[in-house]
Nanobody
């Protein structure tokens, strides 16, 4: 089992920045790719970003590409999502997820965190 705990969400004005963190425990962190998804009220869960195990190659969803940076620190068992130029439409619960192989499909991921709320005011 892998336990994932997100943090760093909050209320921010449009144009601002946030850095989300996801701390993992339970299995060897470096064996897993990590992903971020988000879900706004009444909408489906949406892929935000992912980072592979090994090379740490990033993937970004269309909605955040160019405004976000994903990174991981294997020594700290943590993955980060830096989000810049935030917009009201970025408001959602952001979830961290883990899988050996990552991609934009939520079904790839074996483990999920409880989520952290991000609210962007206009």
């Amino acid at each position: 089992q892998v336990q994932l705990v997100e943090s760093g969400g909050g209320l921010v004005q449009a144009g601002g920045s946030l850095r989300l963190s996801c701390a993992a425990s339970g299995r060897t962190f470096s064996d897993y790719g990590m992903g971020w998804f988000r879900q706004a009220p009444g909408k489906e869960r949406e892929f935000v970003s992912a980072i592979t195990r090994g090379t740490g190659s990033p993937l970004y969803g269309v909605a955040v590409k160019g405004r976000s940076l994903i990174s991981r620190d294997n020594a700290k068992n943590t993955v980060y999502l830096q989000m810049n130029s935030l917009r009201p439409e970025d408001t959602a619960v952001y979830y961290c997820a883990a899988a050996p192989l990552v991609g934009p499909q939520a079904s790839l991921y074996d483990y999920w965190g409880q989520g952290t709320q991000v609210t962007v005011s206009s």
